[in-house]
């Protein structure tokens, strides 16, 4: 079993920037893919930002060049950096984690993140 638990979500102005964690424990597996996704009320949950064991990423293209994705392995922690938000980004942000050979995905709780002033 992987738990996984997020961080660094709040209250932010237009413009602003927050840093969002995501801690992994349990069973880990050195090959695996995390990624950040959000979901706003009454809209499906979108992916934000992915990472693989290798370091690859991979981004939504309304973040490109605002959200940055990153990893400590030493930490078994993703982060999301987030910059110039805006108040279209607000939503709950969850971590989700897949890791080889298992099939079934880990989510996080989620972090509310919301932009406004």
């Known amino acids: 079993q992987v738990q996984l638990v997020e961080s660094g979500g709040g209250l932010v102005q237009p413009g602003g920037s927050l840093r969002l964690s995501c801690a992994a424990s349990?069973?880990?597996?050195?090959?695996?893919?995390m990624a950040w996704y959000r979901q706003a009320p009454g809209k499906q949950r979108e992916l934000v930002a992915s990472?693989?064991?290798?370091?690859?990423?991979n981004y939504a293209d309304s973040v490109k060049g605002r959200f940055a994705i990153s990893r400590d392995n030493a930490k078994n922690t993703v982060y999301l950096q987030m910059n110039n938000l805006q108040p279209e980004d607000t939503a709950v942000y969850y971590c989700k984690r897949n890791q080889w050979p298992q099939v079934n995905d880990y989510w996080g709780q989620g972090t509310q993140v919301t932009v406004s002033s």
């Open positions: 349990g069973r880990l597996s050195g090959i695996y893919t």
């Open positions: 990472i693989s064991h290798s370091g690859s990423t």
